[in-house]
C-alpha cells in the first residue's frame, strides 16, 4: 500500500526559505510521479511541481524560479524534496504530496491536475506573514 507523509511547514518571514519533505512508500520505483500541490483560502489544489521515476520534473510557470523539486531514492521508498526560496505571502496554504504510479503525467500539463493522483498525504501548512 502507498503511503505519503509530508513535512518541514512553518511559519517564515516574507523572503525567507523552506525545504518540505515527502515521504512515499509502497510505490513502485520503476514508475511513478510524485507531485506537490498547495492549497490556499479557494477550493482549488494548484500543482506546484512534479518529479518523475526518471528524475524529469515540471513546474508551475510562475513559480519555477524560485521553487525546486528533487527526490532520493531508497529501499522501497521515494524521498521528494520541494526547495522554496523567496517566500511571498501569497505561498500560504496547505501543501500536499501526491503520488501515481504512472508514466507520462510530466509529458504535458496534466501532472497539475488533482484527479490524476491516486494517493495523497495529509498535508503540511506553510505561512509566509510580509
Known amino acids: 500500500q502507498v503511503h505519503l507523509v509530508e513535512s518541514g511547514g512553518d511559519s517564515v518571514q516574507a523572503g525567507g526559505s523552506l525545504r518540505l519533505s515527502c515521504v512515499v512508500s509502497?510505490?513502485?520505483?520503476?514508475?511513478?510521479?510524485v507531485a506537490w500541490f498547495r492549497q490556499g483560502p479557494g477550493p482549488e489544489r494548484e500543482g506546484v511541481a512534479g518529479i518523475d521515476h526518471a528524475g524529469s520534473t515540471g513546474y508551475a510557470w510562475s513559480l519555477r524560479d524560485r521553487f525546486t523539486i528533487s527526490k532520493d531514492n531508497a529501499k522501497n521508498t521515494v524521498y521528494v524534496y520541494l526547495q522554496m526560496n523567496g517566500l511571498k505571502a501569497e505561498d500560504t496554504g496547505m501543501y500536499y504530496c501526491?503520488?501515481?504510479?504512472?508514466?507520462?503525467?510530466?509529458?504535458?500539463?496534466?501532472?497539475?491536475?488533482?484527479?490524476?493522483?491516486?494517493?495523497w498525504g495529509q498535508g503540511t501548512q506553510v505561512t509566509v506573514s510580509s
Open positions: 509502497g510505490i513502485d520505483l520503476s514508475t511513478y510521479t
Open positions: 501526491a503520488a501515481e504510479s504512472r508514466r507520462g503525467l510530466l509529458s504535458g500539463a496534466t501532472w497539475t491536475r488533482p484527479r490524476d493522483y491516486s494517493y
